[in-house]
């Protein structure tokens, strides 16, 4: 079965440090990995994706994402946060083995960035 | 490009009471997702469309909930009678067709809330 795991509930940052948020994934064929962001009575927004190829993602505001197959991870990233920044951010894996399509997303993680 | 639009934005209700959800994907988009989000959770599937037809409904609890999608453009759901464990956010999503890359476009939300 697929799944998402994003190990940290919340991460504080400080306005213009680096941000990771992190994810690690768990599927038995070819991984399709999303990051979404969820702001206060939002729905989620797209950021970025990996389907294949070059290992770091760019995407929406500055993000990206490193997919590490060995380790089994897709870490968000961005050199310096900003604090508009803050909101819940998503992780979620796809995958078709076994016929098994769905999107399935992580618990989230709440990044808080400080003034 | 207007993006998926969903109506209520909320919702409050009795238990017992019948109350429907109503989403608009964005045009063209020929795929469309209903998710449930639970508080602190990330979202789960309840039902995929492909057009007309529900291609996977096995996340949907079938005894009070039910969804459909006339003409294969806006899309239903519905819940009779809700019971109190209803409450959460519930998304619709929408991609041009169901392909296990495509990047899913998700909406507002209604937040449901049983009382």
């Known amino acids: 079965a697929q799944s998402v795991a994003q190990p940290e509930d919340q991460v504080n940052v400080a306005e213009g440090n680096p941000l990771t948020v992190k994810c690690t994934y768990s599927v038995s064929g070819n991984p399709y990995l999303f990051w979404y962001v969820q702001y206060p009575n939002r729905g989620l927004q797209f950021l970025l994706k990996y389907i294949t190829g070059d290992n770091l993602v760019k995407g929406s505001y500055g993000f990206e994402a490193e997919f590490n197959k060995s380790q089994t991870s897709f870490h968000l990233k961005k050199p310096s946060a900003l604090v508009s920044d803050s909101a819940l951010y998503f992780c979620?894996?796809?995958?078709?083995?076994?016929?098994?399509?769905?999107?399935?997303f992580g618990a989230g993680t709440r990044l808080a960035v400080h003034p | 490009e207007a993006g998926v639009v969903q109506s209520p934005r909320y919702k409050i209700i009795e238990k017992k009471q019948p109350v429907a959800f109503w989403c608009n994907p964005i045009?063209?988009?020929?795929?469309l997702y209903w998710y449930r989000q639970n508080l602190g959770q990330g979202p789960e599937l309840l039902i995929r469309y492909e057009n007309e037809e529900a291609v996977d409904d096995s996340q949907l609890p079938k005894d009070r909930f039910s969804a459909e999608r006339l003409k294969g453009v806006d899309s239903t759901l519905k819940i009779q009678p809700a019971e109190l464990g209803d409450s959460a956010v519930y998304l619709c999503?929408?991609?041009?067709?169901?392909?296990?890359?495509?990047?899913?476009?998700f909406g507002p939300g209604t937040r449901l809330t049983v009382l």
């Open positions: 979620a894996v796809r995958s078709i083995s076994g016929g098994y399509n769905k999107l399935i």
């Open positions: 999503a929408s991609t041009v067709g169901g392909g296990v890359t495509d990047t899913q476009y």
């Open positions: 045009s063209g988009h020929n795929t």
